[in-house]
């Protein structure tokens, strides 16, 4: 069985002030590691796609790097409307019987103080 | 362009009734993914739909829960004899081919059960 273990639950930060956020997977054949932002009341909103061991992204402010075990968000000089929710999801392969959609954390809640 | 739209967004029943919420994919997107995501958690899967065919029920919680996408389009969630325990957000989610591609999620609906 896929799990997503996400470490801090929540984080609060002073503007300007870096850190990671950290995602611990458990995977069959992973197809995929992907993270998504999510503000209160509304549907997670992609931000990043990662494939293989090794391989880093970056989006403005974010960086999202890969290992086999786990996935790092990075957060450079963060803004207060950087505040949100961060989840880590994965997408397994048949071989270990996962289910078809995301296997998703619970998330880091972020708070990026003024 | 157009995203993943939802409705309704809230929706409030009785212990016992019949529910049914509606997901608009984004045009064109081959795919289409159910989530059920409870206060402070993670989403979680529901069921997964390509084209018209449902090809994973896995997560759905119990028969009370049936989807259906009948023209591989617009998909429908239906809770029968609702219970408290049903109460969570909704989520829609459409990606353009496989179960493998990006996927993007509609706002939700929040259901709440008295």
Redesign the interface.
């Known amino acids: 069985e896929d799990q997503v273990t996400q470490s801090p639950e929540a984080l609060r930060l002073q503007e300007g002030e870096s850190s990671s956020l950290n995602c611990s997977y458990t995977v069959s054949g992973l197809r995929g590691l992907f993270w998504y932002r999510q503000d209160p009341g509304k549907g997670p909103e992609f931000l990043f796609t990662l494939y293989s061991a090794g391989e880093e992204k970056e989006k403005e402010r974010l960086k999202a790097t890969l290992t086999k075990k786990e996935s790092f968000l990075h957060i450079t000089a963060p803004k207060p409307e950087d505040s949100a929710t961060y989840l880590c999801a994965v997408q397994g392969g048949y071989s270990g019987g996962g289910a078809d959609g995301l296997t998703f954390g619970k998330g880091t809640h972020l708070i990026i103080q003024p | 362009g157009a995203g993943?739209s939802q409705s309704p967004r809230y929706k409030v029943a009785k212990r016992g009734q019949d529910v049914a919420l509606r997901c608009d994919p984004i045009s064109g997107h081959v795919s289409l993914?159910w989530?059920q995501q409870a206060l402070?958690?993670?989403?979680?899967?529901?069921?997964?739909f390509q084209n018209e065919a449902q090809?994973?029920k896995?997560?759905l919680p119990s028969d009370r829960f049936f989807a259906e996408r009948p023209e591989g389009s617009v998909s429908t969630l239906k809770i029968q004899r609702t219970q408290q325990e049903d109460s969570a957000v909704y989520?829609c989610?459409s990606s353009l081919g496989g179960?493998?591609d990006?996927?993007?999620?509609?706002?939700?609906t929040r259901l709440t059960v008295l």
């Not at chain 2, 402070?40 to 997964?48: A, C, I, K, V």
């Open positions: 993943v993914f989530y402070g958690q993670g989403p979680e899967f529901l069921t997964y090809l994973d896995s997560g989520l989610a179960r493998t990006t996927q993007y999620f509609g706002p939700g």
